[in-house]
C-alpha cells in the first residue's frame, strides 16, 4: 500500500503564496490561467487571489474515480475551451493542476493547448512529485511549482468527505 500524506486548507495558502512569488519573478506577466479539472481548480482559485488575473477552464479524465491510484486506457477530454474565447487569443497563458504526479494528464492538456493561438504558454503545479513521468512537457517551456514531494498518495482537504478528521490526520503525519 502507497503511503499517504494529508494537507490542510492553511498548508495549501501557504504554498500556494509561495508559488505565485515564483511566477511572478519570472519574466513572463500571465494574462490568465486555464485550470485542469477538478484538481486544478481550487489551486487555480486560490492563486488567482495573489497573481490577479481570471480562470477558465478545461476538465479531463485519466484517473479512475473508482480505484484509488489507477488510471484509465487514456486521457479524455471531458470539458474543453472550443471554440477558444477571443479574448485569450495572442494572450500569456499558465495552465494550472494540483499535483504533476506521471505527467500525462499535463502533457496532453499542453498538446491540446499548442494547436491554439497563446502568445505564451507556462505551468503551475502545486505539488510536484519525485518519480519518472511517463509525460513529457515541451523544452523551455515555464514550469513552476510549490513544492516537491515524495511519491505518496496526496489527500487534499477538498476531497475530504470528514474536514475535521482529514484535519487530524494531517496533524498526526506531519
Not at 60 to 82: C, I, R
Not at 91 to 119: P, Q
Not at 146 to 161: K, L, M, R, S
Request: glycine share 6%; charged share 30%.
Amino acid at each position: 500500500m502507497k503511503k499517504k500524506v494529508w494537507y490542510t486548507y492553511d498548508d495549501i495558502h501557504r504554498v500556494i503564496k509561495q508559488l505565485a512569488e515564483k511566477i511572478k519573478a519570472s519574466d513572463i506577466k500571465y494574462d490568465a490561467m486555464i485550470a485542469i479539472g477538478g484538481g486544478g481548480f481550487i489551486p487555480a482559485r486560490m492563486l488567482r487571489c495573489f497573481l490577479e488575473i481570471p480562470i477558465y477552464a478545461v476538465t479531463t479524465a485519466y484517473y479512475d474515480s473508482d480505484n484509488e491510484g489507477q488510471v484509465t486506457d487514456g486521457v479524455k477530454k471531458v470539458q474543453w475551451l472550443d471554440p477558444l474565447p477571443d479574448v485569450l487569443v495572442g494572450k500569456n497563458v499558465l495552465v494550472v493542476d494540483e499535483v504533476d504526479d506521471s505527467r500525462v494528464t499535463l502533457e496532453f492538456v499542453l498538446n491540446e493547448l499548442s494547436h491554439e493561438d497563446f502568445a505564451h504558454i507556462g505551468v503551475a503545479v502545486l505539488h510536484e512529485k519525485i518519480k519518472a513521468k511517463a509525460g513529457k512537457l515541451p523544452e523551455h517551456m515555464p514550469y513552476f511549482s510549490g513544492i516537491t514531494v515524495e511519491d505518496w498518495w496526496i489527500n487534499y482537504p477538498w476531497d475530504a468527505d470528514d474536514i475535521d478528521e482529514h484535519n487530524r490526520l494531517a496533524a498526526v503525519s506531519e
